[in-house]
């Protein structure tokens, strides 16, 4: 049995409407969630394919740093899709520094956000100190990337140049792989 901790305000989420994102998390991932809404703590029991299994502590973890249920449920979908954090409290010196660069990373209206979206083929969500990722390891790694430039400061035209070149890199690489 894992636990892992869900953010007070992102346990609806998890529950769902009459308990219908927990029931799916359950079914899909082949598990048991027992949600504890005073304290958030989701405890993870294995009812099925273990292997399967594997996979919902990080589809629970991804909704309680903000992602929708669909995009922490395609975790499931591809085996080489993974969840990623990044804390930029530990990049950051205060509040402020924080607030700062969470809005170089989110850019005016989302467009940064979108932007990394879009050119990485990852979901990127920004919730409360952190940068959760969902994507293939490249995808990630890009959006890791990008996300480290706009941290240290990089001008956003440099960042979203490196993007492009990445997606194009990342496009040419799916154009050449073999049909199965």
């Known amino acids: 049995m894992q636990h892992v901790k869900v953010p007070q305000d992102r346990i609806g989420v998890l529950i769902g409407e009459g308990g219908e994102t927990m029931r799916e998390v359950e079914e899909r991932a082949e598990v048991r969630l027992d949600i504890d809404s005073e304290s ?10 273990p292997v399967t299994a ?3 502590p990080d589809i629970v973890r991804a909704i309680g740093r903000g992602f929708t249920p669909e995009a922490a449920l395609s975790l499931l979908d591809h085996d080489l899709r993974t969840f990623d954090l990044i804390d930029l409290s530990d990049h950051t010196r ?7 660069k969470k809005g170089r990373i989110i850019g005016e209206n989302g467009r940064t956000r979108e932007l990394m979206e ?3 083929g990852a979901d990127v969500v920004i919730y409360g100190t952190t940068v959760g990722i969902i994507g293939s390891p490249e995808e990630v790694e890009a959006v890791r990337r990008a996300v480290g430039m706009l941290v240290d ?9 490196y993007l492009e070149e990445k997606h194009n890199e990342l496009k040419n690489d799916v154009a050449f792989e073999p049909e199965p």
Do not use: K, M, T
């Open 118 to 120: 879009e050119l990485s």
């Open 40 to 49: 958030g703590s989701v405890a993870i029991e294995e009812a099925g394919d």
């Open 94 to 100: 205060n509040d402020n520094d924080l607030e700062r």
């Open 54 to 56: 594997l996979v919902a």
């Open 153 to 161: 400061g990089a001008p956003h035209g440099a960042v979203y140049s």
